[in-house]
């Protein structure tokens, strides 16, 4: 059964560095998506992308995020300089048309020292 | 902001045992969904409903979508041990472009006692 793939499962990073999370959507999905969870927290929204180019964001998406879809398999999530408070697993997420329920890749545990 | 408040936030329950949990909101979804999460993973689809009233299962699980869209409950029968985790529900809110995005509630964290 097709499923979403994310790299690195864990990255440990200094504040103040670049990292990127890197995603391979199931293959014939169109709409894609990034949420963060928080240890102990709820999974929250992050960015919505969609045609080659964000469809929504939420008000965790700031200046310091982007997202790209480089080729036609990967999909990712750039922090450009990283803060303690970005510690968190990152969930990128897949469907095929937009209403159609989002199926979640397994995440990258990312920490901030 | 919206919220989706679950409960119990967490439940003790011995195996066999069936389990009910709710999840109200005071916005209007079209679309619930349910996700069951284990530890280190991703959140796994476990039932979507589409319509307010619906009433849906899967296997041992079985969920119904609120008449008034404000709410979803999420009843497992007969619980066994691999039923542990985080159990989320989500609204689907649109978004821009054919988008949606899910906003999603504060968890149930099942353990079962064998």
């Given at each position: ?37 928080i240890l102990g927290q709820k999974v929250e929204f992050l960015v919505s992308f969609y045609n080659n180019e964000i469809s929504e964001k939420s008000e965790i998406f700031d200046d310091q995020f982007s997202v790209e879809r480089p ?43 | ?29 079209n679309t619930w969904l349910w996700y069951k999460q284990e530890p280190g993973e991703g959140p796994v689809l476990l039932i979507a409903l589409y319509k307010a009233g619906e009433l849906t299962s899967n296997g041992r699980l079985t ?52």
């Amino acid at each position: 059964e097709p499923e979403v793939t994310q790299t690195p499962s864990h990255q440990v990073t200094q504040m103040g560095q670049e990292v990127i999370l890197r995603c391979v959507p199931i293959s014939n999905h169109l709409y894609f998506y990034w949420y963060r969870q928080i240890l102990g927290q709820k999974v929250e929204f992050l960015v919505s992308f969609y045609n080659n180019e964000i469809s929504e964001k939420s008000e965790i998406f700031d200046d310091q995020f982007s997202v790209e879809r480089p080729d036609g398999s990967n999909f990712t999530l750039k922090i450009r300089s990283t803060k303690l408070e970005d510690s968190a697993m990152y969930f990128c997420a897949s469907t095929e048309s937009g209403a159609n329920e989002q199926f979640f890749g397994p995440g990258t545990r990312l920490t901030v020292l | 902001g919206q919220q989706l408040n679950q409960s119990p936030q967490s439940m003790f329950i011995q195996e066999g045992e069936d389990v009910s949990m709710n999840c109200t909101s005071s916005s209007i979804f079209n679309t619930w969904l349910w996700y069951k999460q284990e530890p280190g993973e991703g959140p796994v689809l476990l039932i979507a409903l589409y319509k307010a009233g619906e009433l849906t299962s899967n296997g041992r699980l079985t969920a119904q979508f609120g008449i008034t869209r404000k709410d979803s409950f999420l009843n497992i029968s007969a619980s066994i041990p691999s039923d542990v985790g985080i159990y989320f529900c989500a609204g689907q809110r649109a978004g821009t472009s054919g988008t949606y995005k899910y906003i999603f509630g504060t968890g149930t964290r099942l353990k079962v006692l064998a």
